[in-house]
């Protein structure tokens, strides 16, 4: 049976007027809720209502739909009562069935306790059947409703912060620990996501000292800037470190690295720059590997930072089937600072938007510039991205990776002392 309250004031129009559907699961054969006189004291609200009534739960199941906003339950249903079953049997019923509908628990003030129970199991308020007339069931209907979007709200919220936390605590687990244990080399890095409110985007770099005293240092960007990009460049730099330490070097490792990047990619586009450095022992040369990625800069004691050749690069893993990247052999001398980064440091504006790209020339001077200030390690990589997105006017659309080693040469001497006294 369906009744339903009419605003009754003649000064509103329909556009005013708000409509809510109320469920009345209740088993007065009179129809309480139904009476006329309820109705129509409910007309000075200013909200039409309209009535439903189901006369057990199986009926209440029929005629919960989704254009229902409330229901108000009956707790003196006989059913649970005479099997000796929890008096809210009924009331946890509905709430298992309408999870996103506002529901008002129906009492006596005899069972106040029990009204306020209702509340407690879920339930958006409570009325005594005594006290019940047309205006205070209409506010009770529009107050349930809208504590229960508010509520709902609050679920989504807190369901977001821990998404955020989850996947904050995971992006955090998956950027890399450097393993230079023994290593006399300085590590920094500096890593910036385009992603909004991400920790990780497709740009990756990492650096591990072997066995026999190599230090390896690599950064990549996998091309897109989404969570799949992201996780590809994760499974690359897991795939580096591990071929690295399996003794793999040069071409040999970058030709393994692109049959990993062809069999993780989700399409033949997909594709991603690679630059590969091995460091000596003795910290004085190292071996320099480019695939279709832009050149290290290196700043030699007393010297401005210039880029290493990069003349002999091969292409970005996964354009080429069956390519090459040669490895070519750079003297690095006794002290110096070795800065990797992606195409985020270099791609922004130099002056803002429509300027030109700032570009490998553009960041030498800027490095020169921090550099003849005194700047280094994480001074220097967070100095350089501060002011690549001041020249850029703006946000860097693009990751930002950067990576710094660095050899101090006095360091060097001194150890050459220590090991000379202790011959003596």
Known sequence: MDATAMTGT???TDRDRTDLTLLVVEDDPAGVLAVPELLDAADAAGTRVRIRTARNLTEAERLLTDDVHCVLVDLSLPGPRAAGEDPLAPLR?????????????????????????????????????????GRLLTRAIRYAVERKRADAVQVKLAESRLRAQENARLERGLLPTPLLEGSDLRFAAHYRPGRSRALLGGDFYDTVRTPDGTVHAMIGDVCG???????LGVELR????????????GDELLSTMQQVLEHERESDEIFATLCTVDIAPDGR??????AGHPSPLIARHGRAARLLPYEDGGPA?????RARWPRRQVELGGAWSLL???????????????????????????????????????????????????????????????????RDKDRDKGRDRDRERARG
Do not use: K
């Open 285 to 290: 040369r190292a071996g320099l590997c480019l």
């Open 317 to 321: 893993l996964g354009l080429l089937p």
């Open 340 to 406: 990797m980064y992606t195409d985020g440091l270099i791609e922004g504006r130099s002056a803002g938007p429509g300027s030109p790209r700032l570009g490998q020339d553009g960041m030498v001077d800027m490095i020169n510039r921090q550099l003849s200030s005194g700047l280094r390690g994480e001074e220097l990589l967070e100095a350089a991205v501060t002011e690549v997105r001041s020249l850029n006017g703006g946000e860097l659309t693009d990751d930002v990776a950067v990576l710094a080693l660095e």
């Open 10 to 12: 003649g000064t509103g």
């Open 225 to 231: 800037h989404g969570p799949d990009e992201a996780a």
């Open 238 to 249: 897991i795939a580096w470190r591990a071929l690295t330490f399996a003794g793999l070097c």
């Open 93 to 133: 019923h509905i709430l298992r069935l309408a999870p996103r509908h506002a529901v008002l628990a129906l009492a006596t003030s005899a069972d106040a306790e029990l009204a306020a129970e209702a509340v407690r199991v879920g339930a958006q308020d409570h009325l005594f059947r005594e006290e019940l007339d």
